[in-house]
């Protein structure tokens, strides 16, 4: 086995970026080197193991045994420095406070900000913001973004993310204040005109996607991006909502379910990638952020019950 003190600190970080990224590309994007500077560290890599390390495939490149012997090791001595510089302040200077950026549904922004600032030892620094969803995973996997709450869609195994399942949920109709009277049937419910809430630019939201293959279409007023703003506009339009149950309930609003023949379902996961599997302060938001939603289960359910 090689000795680790043959290898300078650039190299074990490189080993590790095109280990986990299976990318030499995206490998150079996360330490922010041109690719030509990435393939020469990979070529030093080669020389010192006496070994290809990563073979090319038509995905990227994937690890040899020797490889796979070497990861554990260069991962663990990583973390260990990480950790010492993390809690090593630079001299005559205040600590630098780490941003944890999140990407998640705006409603569950507020919930998610108080159950962070709870915990008195997460000392990271919560940014808020909402990725593309056909960006946001690529954004995970080159370190742009820490952590995604978006719905459950397919992952490749070669790009380094792990996915927690969150919630289950139904989607439902709600209403404000200026709606007297939720739908009764299926057609008042199409008729009714609603208020979309969709990042996307343009195209269908995920429940009129649904929608759509049933042969069935609402009546769309006014498209949003903020689920809060439309919260504001449903007090003071009589406009419908179809939102999942859950979102309905921390916005506060009067919801039913909907006049369906059969129910439309919300898979909600978080994503991560995985090089926080080591990092404490990480796993400790992400355990958090699972307890919030599964109390948020617990609390609708009550709910239902009562």
């Given at each position: 086995m090689l000795d680790l003190r043959q290898l300078d600190l650039n190299l074990l970080m490189a080993f590790d970026a095109i280990y986990h990224q299976r990318s030499i590309t995206r490998a150079a994007e996360v330490m922010g080197l041109t690719q030509p500077a990435m393939s020469n560290a990979l070529r030093r890599?080669?020389?010192l193991c006496d070994d290809p390390l990563f073979i090319k495939t038509h995905l990227g490149v994937a690890p040899t045994l020797v490889a796979h012997r070497l990861s554990g090791s260069i991962r663990e001595a990583l973390d260990s420095l990480r950790e010492a510089l993390r809690h090593t302040p630079a001299?005559?200077?205040?600590p630098a406070q780490r941003s944890l950026r999140i990407s998640c549904p705006d409603a569950f922004q507020p919930l998610l900000l108080e159950t962070l600032l709870e915990n008195p030892d997460f000392d990271w620094q919560p940014r808020f913001y909402q990725s593309r969803r056909r960006e946001a995973l690529?954004?995970?996997?080159?370190?742009k973004l820490d952590l995604l709450i978006d719905l459950d869609q397919p992952l490749s195994q070669q790009n380094g993310l792990r996915k927690l399942p969150l919630l289950s949920d139904q989607y439902v109709f709600a209403y404000g204040a200026a709606l007297t009277q939720p739908p009764r049937t299926r057609e008042e419910y199409l008729r009714t005109p609603q208020i979309q809430?969709?990042?996307r630019r343009d195209g269908l939201a995920p429940v009129d996607l649904e929608l759509g293959l049933r042969g069935q279409r609402r009546n769309i007023a006014v498209s949003v991006?903020?689920?809060l703003a439309a919260r504001v506009i449903a007090d003071r339009?009589?406009?419908?909502l179809t939102l999942p149950g859950r979102v309905a309930q921390v916005l506060g609003l009067q919801h039913c379910p909907l006049p369906l023949e059969q129910p439309l379902r919300l898979e909600l996961c978080l994503y991560v990638e995985s090089r926080y599997r080591f990092e404490q302060a990480v796993e400790r938001a992400i355990r958090?952020?699972?307890q919030?939603?599964?109390g948020l289960v617990r609390t609708t359910r009550r709910s239902a019950g009562a």
């Open positions: 890599l080669r020389l001299a005559h200077a205040a690529q954004e995970l996997a080159t370190g809430v969709s990042q991006q903020s689920a339009q009589p406009l419908g958090q952020v699972q919030t939603f599964a």
